[in-house]
């Protein structure tokens, strides 16, 4: 550990550098969810490994296939990019994955700057992917950066599968990762940077996720809109019939109404209970972040709970309904009503899938509406959950407290990363989440952002662990 003070001063006086390639990378609008920004996460794809090869990696692209859209169209997966840094049979491998698609963004949903132009204000770089999760995996480049010009031995191997398809339930990437298991089984530990701290002042390290069940509910009442003058009152409606059962998945206090998923949650014990009250979380804080008028609860336990140990149900929006400004009186023809529910151990995709179809089956049959209903499942996630107490952590612990002098929170996270319990089977090694970015960096949301301080000390934490992980 001789290195890491230069490895610091390093990574202080280059910092602006970094921030340029953040800025390269945000500017490349690799949204998975868009068909039509496909070429761009290919080039986010191809942008990843230019980067990683330039810094003398070893760098191939896994071809993931093709997407099948619901029009029937195909469309090519963007490449995973695998890295790999030393061969030394005498180290330990490190995997690290990231990804660096993004969700959707448009100034006009309510940005003060432009989405894919990173730019600074008040220490606070905003931009689509700043947070989640283009600045992590540009924190790791620049620690390689910094290793690579003070010519200082890499202490460890390391070896990265970058995806651009996670916020898309990263569609072929567990294939990917079975097809090259051969590449990966060498794997000692592995990292994700991809979640947030709890607050804004203190570092977590994080040793559980969420999963993730979407689905479509699509009702169609007739062949094409109709006037709601002329047929209102005489057509049974499909958006009638969706907001009817919409409105009977979850209570008003989030109590999902899905008989069967309460009985499938893992029983609390009282080990698991005792770590909430040490953690570091203030309601008041939590809710002037999220800027919304309630909570559920005004427990810090029970709030985190919620967010981390119980499944929770989202309603996300209708296609085909009219939701723009001004007052159109049409009926629309077809709706489907998207919903998610995110789950926890021990419920399974498999089941949930079973316990909401017949839950919904069943609305449908009490309907009795004329119109046709059919549920789709979307994508699917497992969660997951590690033991925190093993030397990965402790590497990651060390890392956090020679940075920011303090021994860091350890957390769940509510989000759901899919490949995370994948990557954890095939390599048999522990994983852990190392979030660099701050809890009000509002990924997913308007003006996403990381702070320029938690970037740079982010690089600097993910430096230390790199050594710590030798040790
Ligand atoms: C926690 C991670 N940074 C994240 O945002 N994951 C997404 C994954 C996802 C699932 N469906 C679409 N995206 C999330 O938790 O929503
Ligand atoms: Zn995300
Ligand atoms: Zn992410």
Redesign the pocket.
Same mark, same amino acid.
């Given at each position: 550990m001789e290195n890491i003070d230069a490895v610091f001063k390093s990574i202080d006086e280059h910092q602006d550098e970094f921030i340029d390639l953040l800025r390269e990378s945000v500017a490349i609008r690799s949204v998975s @969810?868009d068909p039509a920004r496909r070429g761009d996460c290919i080039r986010m794809s191809e942008w990843a490994r230019d980067q990683l090869r330039t810094l003398g990696a070893e760098t191939s692209f896994w071809d993931l296939g093709k997407q099948q859209l619901q029009s029937g169209e195909e469309l090519p997966l963007p490449p995973a990019v695998f890295g790999v840094y030393g061969r030394d049979k005498s180290k330990k491998t490190l995997l690290i994955y990231g =990804?660096l698609d993004v969700?959707p963004a448009e100034k006009e949903d309510g940005w003060n700057t432009d989405p894919f132009e990173l730019t600074e204000i008040d220490g606070k770089l905003f931009g689509r992917g700043s947070t989640? %999760?283009k600045g992590p995996v540009i924190a790791w480049i620049a620690v390689l950066k910094v290793l690579k010009n003070l010519g200082i031995e890499l202490p460890i191997n390391i070896k990265f599968v970058l995806e651009c398809m $996670? $916020? #898309? #339930?990263s569609e072929g990437l567990e294939k990917g990762l079975e097809d090259n298991i051969d590449k990966i089984s060498d794997v000692t530990y592995s990292c994700i940077s %991809?979640?947030?701290w709890l607050g804004r002042n203190k570092p977590c390290l994080t040793y559980g996720? *969420?999963g993730?069940c979407?689905y479509f509910v699509e009702i169609s009442c007739a062949r094409q809109d109709l006037h709601s003058g002329i047929n209102g009152g005489s057509v049974p409606e499909a958006l009638n019939d969706l907001m009817w059962i919409m409105s009977q998945l979850v209570t008003v206090d989030g109590q999902i109404l899905i008989p069967g998923i309460a009985e499938r949650v893992a029983p609390l014990t009282k080990d698991e209970d005792d770590l909430y009250d040490k953690i570091d979380f203030c309601v008041d804080t939590f809710k002037q972040e999220t800027g919304s008028h309630g909570l559920i609860s005004d427990s810090k336990k029970n709030l985190l709970m919620n967010r981390w140990r119980y499944p929770s149900l989202s309603l996300h929006g209708v296609e085909g309904a009219f939701s723009q400004p001004g007052a159109k009186t049409v009926i629309p023809a077809k709706v489907i009503g998207k919903f998610?529910l *995110?789950i926890v151990p021990h419920m399974t995709p498999e089941a949930t899938d079973k316990l909401v179809t017949s839950y919904l089956d069943s609305l449908w049959a009490k309907r009795k509406s004329p119109n046709t209903f059919k549920i789709t499942s979307g =994508?699917g996630?497992m969660p997951w959950v590690a033991d925190f107490r093993d030397a990965n952590f402790s590497a990651g612990s060390r890392a956090i407290e020679r940075v920011y002098g303090m021994t860091p929170d350890f957390t769940r $996270?509510?989000?759901?990363?899919?490949v995370t319990l994948t990557i954890q089977d095939l390599t048999k090694s522990p994983v852990m989440l190392l979030p660099i970015g701050a809890s009000d960096d509002m @990924? =997913?949301s308007q003006n996403e952002k990381i702070n320029r301080e938690n970037f740079v000390k982010g690089m600097k934490v993910l430096a230390a662990y790199l050594f710590e992980l030798a040790v």
């Open positions: @969810a =990804h969700q989640d %999760d $996670e $916020e #898309s #339930s %991809d979640n947030y996720l *969420r993730i979407y998610s *995110r =994508h996630g $996270e509510g989000g759901s990363i899919p @990924a =997913h």
